[in-house]
């Protein structure tokens, strides 16, 4: 709490320091206008579309990831064939991604695909580097006593799979956040963050710029906490599931 006094004051000494609110609003008018778009419809109507598209987003590429992370590392060919698409999606900016998908789908469904193809690769790689860390003596073991795919899969694989998968999750939620907005702002999707921030730009609403900025701000980090406690969460029940199993 004190680090952020401290930011909010070097905010408001800048603001100060320029002498021109409209141009750098300070924190203390930024809070006052987001309290005033809080109250309008279109603020929740906004971000509650907003939020669908990043967290189906977020979702999907997750899932592919996992999917494509656990194929790629148990069939070399895959791999082979599959990583120049990875990097490919690596290397491409965000910005080129939303102008070509804005050729081939609607303003509405544009910004979630991007979140999806953003999360897809940071996921496939932390699941893939995640399966091929499980300690070898554990799959060597696995074998002996003639375990199952799915067996060895559970047992072995995804705990060691537990810290890359909330490491992507983390990564991979600020940049749904990110590529989902901006995604709206280019594309000017209706009832959507990007649009209303857009809107700010063209009509020189700083202030309200700010506002939404903030909001941005604070729905994402509160998102990435509860879905890290979620994780945490799963983390715990499935170590009691462990510690129960092993009792005689």
């Keep these: 709490m004190v680090i952020l006094a401290a930011w909010l004051l070097?905010?408001?000494?800048?603001?100060?320091?320029?002498?021109?609110?409209f141009l750098f609003p300070g924190p203390f008018i930024v809070l006052a206008t987001l309290f005033e778009l809080v109250k309008t419809a279109e603020f929740w109507l906004s971000l509650a579309s907003t939020m669908l598209r990043v967290i189906f987003g977020f979702a999907l590429?997750?899932?592919?990831?996992?999917?494509?992370?656990?194929?790629?590392?148990?069939f070399s060919f895959l791999s082979s064939f599959l990583s120049p698409l990875r990097s490919l999606i690596k290397a491409t900016p965000v910005t080129s991604f939303i102008v070509l998908v804005l050729l081939y789908m609607s303003a509405s469904i544009a910004p979630m695909f991007i979140a999806f193809l953003?999360?897809?690769?940071?996921?496939?790689t932390n699941v893939h580097d995640g399966i091929e860390a499980a300690p070898k003596e554990l799959i060597e073991t696995a074998k002996?006593?003639?375990?199952?795919?799915?067996q060895t899969l559970r047992s072995v694989h995804i705990p060691a799979l537990r810290p890359h998968l909330v490491s992507a999750a983390t990564a991979g939620f600020g940049f749904a956040w990110k590529?989902?907005?901006?995604?709206?702002?280019?594309?000017?999707?209706k009832l959507s963050i990007g649009r209303a921030i857009y809107e700010c730009k063209i009509y020189l609403e700083i202030?309200?710029?700010?506002?939404?900025?903030?909001?941005?701000?604070?729905?994402?980090?509160?998102?990435?906490?509860l879905m890290l406690a979620l994780l945490n969460s799963s983390k715990k029940r499935a170590g009691h599931a462990q510690i129960r199993r092993e009792k005689p």
Aim: charged share 10%.
């Design 10 to 21: 070097i905010w408001q000494i800048v603001s100060w320091a320029i002498g021109n609110k």
């Design 61 to 74: 590429g997750m899932l592919g990831g996992i999917v494509l992370g656990i194929l790629t590392a148990k």
């Design 118 to 124: 953003m999360v897809l690769p940071i996921s496939w």
């Design 144 to 150: 002996v006593f003639k375990l199952s795919g799915f």
């Design 179 to 189: 590529s989902c907005v901006a995604a709206e702002v280019i594309a000017s999707s």
């Design 207 to 225: 202030p309200e710029l700010f506002a939404w900025t903030a909001a941005i701000v604070i729905m994402s980090i509160a998102l990435e906490k």
